[in-house]
């Protein structure tokens, strides 16, 4: 078989409210996923090959509620909380626009939507992956996959659930057969680096096994898209 | 394990400090505004361009995004999400920056204590995932409850001069309430020539956007209610008098806040007319707050149905009738208490309101906003930042004596 070619390509997915899904019960914040696997690399007209339907997310763990509280409280970084990024190294962050962003372009796998073959239960203290795939710059290399640029759907609401959507394409051009058994966002924050210039960091928010817990197959030359859903139910 | 929850919590003191009275329920709605902030925050909306238009507090559609940066390449402090208030009157002024060339990026406008964080209110009206306002705002003072509507703010004095409504041609005078009430309705002087039919009186909010100079333009500010006055009602010979329009729906009107009054008589046509009665002078109408170099005074005019306004001197006679529900002294909106204890986390969100009105308070409603943030473009630009609401709940009937306090908490916690 030939190896598939270095193709990304990514599209963004606006959530249609008839289509929203209710997995988060009512009072509360959370998110579904959503798996699929097509055929080809960031095709979106694939054959899908594989589907874990939308999921209720188990997973924030600390970081979210640290971040969200330092924005909340409106903390200087001398007193705000220190939190530990996805290196293992922990810091006061200076509550800057970047916190929270997701939008991680092409082959950037150091935040937005990641994928992992980890299998340890979440923790709340997780800060990481437990077994991040990386980014396959350079085709096939195995136990890899092309990262795809994160797109969002805008938000919606149904009369019961407000929400909006995060998409990645991770597409395995690897040479072999990858099973996802998990997935997170990894977000960017700023931390008070010397003087005024901020260094960019990054921290994780959610960490989710695959639902089954066997993961998702996805085979040499095939794409698995990753959909998370924030949504608030009342 | 599960999504985040969030437990809102309500006490009642009494003059002694003993509590009298305490409520636990599951907050059931955080609302799409909580969404729409997480949404510019990860998909950094609006940087490069766009951005993501919300309505805020004032029920006006506003852009809101993530880009409070410079091209410098720097980062700096954001007030997006930020909660956190200090009590009483007064203003924060939300996070501008300076970049590593001296430039400072400054902050457009202010937002009022009392409008930022937790907020409570007397409506009961069911909670929507959509709701942008509360029901009936309860806002910061000592002033009891109206039982019947009274006047609030008003321009009466001494009228010059018409100007004509009619068709595509209307009218439109700001105000900025001295008081948070429940607007009623809305009395205008005036007369007809003709036939002027119905005529319309709608309340906007203002399109506090900058550089789309605060007017009530239609299609980007909301009608927040309406009320008409039937054409028989009006008399023929100038400079007639005050009549009422009665909102179909009663609207909150928020301390500190612009909101305009709109005139039209849509089946209008030359010679079928009403005549607003306005004074010419300039600043004749003193606003009580003010928020930008517009605030003295704003009456507006318009040929083309709103679409565009065209600002002139002197007021248009008004009045404007409501209801408080009395008013607490409200303290600052606490941030603090950060918690993550494996397996779980939390922090809480707390604020007091002491009733020194003299008489009894009944809340019925409580809720969040927050600040979101929208970059004008760069230094000589600044940024805009504004309360959006986040958090809509019903606590059922809650009466606060005078002398009592009560104290509302929200405690949001994940468990994995």
């Known amino acids: 078989m030939k190896n598939p070619e270095f193709n990304l390509k990514h599209s963004s997915l606006v959530i249609n409210p008839n289509d929203i899904v209710p997995l988060v019960t009512p009072g509360e ?206 | 394990m599960s999504a985040l929850k969030t437990t809102l919590t309500i006490e009642r003191f009494g003059r002694s400090g003993r509590l009298l009275e305490q409520r636990k329920q599951l907050s059931r709605s955080f609302t799409i505004g909580l969404l729409e902030g997480l949404y510019v925050a990860h998909g950094q909306i609006g940087y490069g361009g766009g951005g993501y238009i919300a309505v805020n507090l004032d029920g006006v559609k506003t852009i809101i995004d993530a880009s409070v940066r410079d091209n410098v390449n720097n980062a700096y402090g954001s007030s997006n999400l930020r909660i956190g208030s200090p009590g009483s009157i007064g203003c924060i002024e939300p996070v501008g920056y300076e970049n590593n060339n001296g430039g400072v990026y400054h902050q457009k406008q202010q937002i009022l204590n009392a409008d930022l964080g937790i907020l409570i209110g007397a409506g009961s009206a069911a909670v929507t995932p959509t709701d942008r306002r509360m029901t009936q705002l309860i806002g910061h003072g000592q002033r009891p409850p109206d039982v019947a509507p009274v006047m609030f703010e008003n321009y009466t004095d001494s009228d010059t001069d018409d100007y004509v409504i009619r068709g595509t041609n209307w009218g439109a005078q700001a105000f900025i309430p001295y008081t948070t009430h429940q607007l009623t309705s809305i009395w205008i002087k005036g007369w007809r020539t003709g036939s002027c039919g119905v005529t319309t009186v709608a309340l906007y909010g203002s399109d506090e956007v900058a550089g789309a100079n605060h007017t009530p ?26 009549q ?76 404007e009738f409501g209801q408080s529900a009395g008013e607490f002294q409200i303290g600052g909106t606490e941030v603090y208490n950060l918690v993550i204890s494996d397996p779980t986390g939390s922090f809480d969100i707390r604020r007091t309101f002491f009733n020194a009105c003299g008489q009894t308070i009944t809340v019925n409603e409580c809720g969040i906003a927050h600040v979101q943030q929208h970059d004008l473009g760069g230094a000589a630009q600044g940024i805009q930042a504004q309360a959006f609401m986040c958090a809509h709940d019903l606590t059922g009937t809650i009466t606060i004596d005078d002398g009592q306090l009560l104290v509302v908490k929200y405690t949001p916690s994940i468990t994995v």
């Not at chain 2, 239609?218 to 400079?239: F, Q, Y």
């Open chain 2, 244 to 319: 009422e329009a009665v909102l179909t729906t009663p609207v909150d009107v928020i301390a500190g806040h612009r909101y305009f009054i709109v005139v039209s008589c849509p089946t209008g046509s030359g010679g079928n007319q009403l005549q607003w009665r306005y004074n010419s002078t300039a600043y004749v109408y003193e606003m009580p707050l003010m928020t930008n170099a517009y605030g003295l005074q704003i009456r507006d005019t318009s040929n083309d149905s709103g679409a565009s306004w065209t600002r002139n001197n002197g007021a248009f006679l008004f009045q």
């Open chain 2, 217 to 242: 333009t239609v299609g980007t500010c909301n009608v927040l209610g309406s009320g008409t006055i039937d054409e028989a009602t009006w008399g023929t010979v100038s400079p007639g008098a005050l």
């Open chain 1, 29 to 234: 914040v959370g998110l579904t996923y959503e798996l699929t696997v097509r055929d080809g690399l960031f095709s979106p007209n694939g054959r899908v090959i594989n589907h874990v339907p939308q999921q209720l997310s188990k997973s924030f763990v600390q970081q979210f509620m640290q971040l969200w509280f330092m924005h909340a409280a409106h903390l200087p970084d001398s007193l705000s909380t220190k939190i530990k990024m996805t290196n293992g190294t922990s810091h006061q962050c200076i509550g800057s626009f970047l916190d929270f962003a997701a939008n991680a372009g092409i082959g950037d796998a150091n935040f937005g939507l990641v994928v992992g073959t980890g299998i340890g239960a979440p923790t709340i203290t997780d800060f990481q992956l437990a077994a991040i795939i990386q980014h396959d710059a350079t085709p096939p290399t195995t136990g890899r996959m092309q990262y795809g640029a994160v797109s969002f759907g805008a938000p919606a609401a149904d009369p019961t659930t407000s929400q909006f959507t995060i998409t990645r394409n991770f597409a395995n051009a690897s040479g072999g057969n990858i099973t996802v058994t998990e997935i997170g966002i990894y977000v960017q924050t700023t931390y008070l680096f010397y003087g005024w210039l901020p260094g960019y960091y990054y921290l994780m928010t959610v960490r989710d096994l695959v639902a089954g817990g066997g993961g998702i197959l996805v085979s040499n030359g095939q794409t698995l898209t990753v959909n998370y859903r924030p949504q608030s139910v009342i």
